[in-house]
């Protein structure tokens, strides 16, 4: 199993352009998760999918969209990006239950905006 | 919502020590996680336990759910295990998982 994929794994986008973070997995995992990393903090939920079909906002989503067409991908976009968009963006997975299975976690996408 | 307290926020220790990092939380949770970042950033799962006490080679995992703390140990520490641990916890209520800041760990030869 390659577990959870996310491309790119960098990209610099100008004030204002749109991209889509691609994130996959072949675990057969039901829910899926996107995260940011600020420098020096913790990891903030921004969206998360509880199944194909269905999505829910977490703790910062302003600025991002989601879509969970099927089961494997469950890309992020930005729309309008803005220097506060800078981080490093994780996807993440898991078996069954919002947090009652272990999380895996893909590699990161570093984001710059200028 | 629940705050998830992480100390020390930095630390560093010499080659072959012993360590335990804390988590307290403020509220009952479902569920516990320990995480490992590492230099380069990838995110690795250490332990889930809600509960117990669970062992992993050099490290083990304690948390107390009706005190609301859990404990990571790390035992004859190694360069390799320097970079960023993390707890994260489920609240009550079937909510994702919440994160702390970190213990930024370095451990010099």
């Known amino acids: 199993n390659a577990g959870v994929t996310q491309t790119p794994k960098f990209r610099i986008l100008k004030i204002g352009q749109s991209m889509t973070l691609q994130c996959a997995q072949d675990m057969n995992h039901n829910y899926m998760y996107w995260y940011r990393q600020d420098p020096g903090m913790g990891l903030k939920l921004i969206y998360y999918s509880v199944g194909a079909g269905i999505t829910d906002k977490g703790e910062v989503p302003n600025g991002y969209n989601v879509s969970r067409s099927t089961t494997e991908d469950f890309p992020l976009r930005l729309e309008l990006a803005a220097p506060s968009q800078t981080s490093v963006y994780f996807c993440?997975?898991?078996?069954?239950?919002?947090?009652?299975?272990?999380?895996?976690f893909g590699p990161g996408t570093r984001l710059t905006v200028t | 919502g629940i705050q998830v307290e992480q100390s020390p926020p930095d630390l560093i220790l010499q080659e072959g020590a012993n360590s335990t990092l804390r988590c307290n939380f403020s509220?009952?949770?479902?569920?516990l996680q320990w995480f490992h970042q590492n230099p380069w950033g990838q995110l690795i799962n250490l332990f889930y336990?809600?509960?117990g006490t669970k062992q992993n080679g050099r490290l083990s995992a304690t948390t107390v759910a009706t005190e609301r703390y859990s404990l990571l140990y790390i035992s004859s520490s190694q360069t390799t295990d320097s970079g960023v641990y993390f707890c994260a916890v489920e609240p009550r209520g079937n909510t994702p998982l919440v994160f702390g800041k970190g213990t930024r760990l370095s451990v010099i030869a």
């Open positions: 336990i809600p509960s």
């Open positions: 509220d009952s949770v479902n569920n």
């Open positions: 993440a997975s898991s078996y069954d239950g919002v947090g009652s299975y272990e999380q895996y």
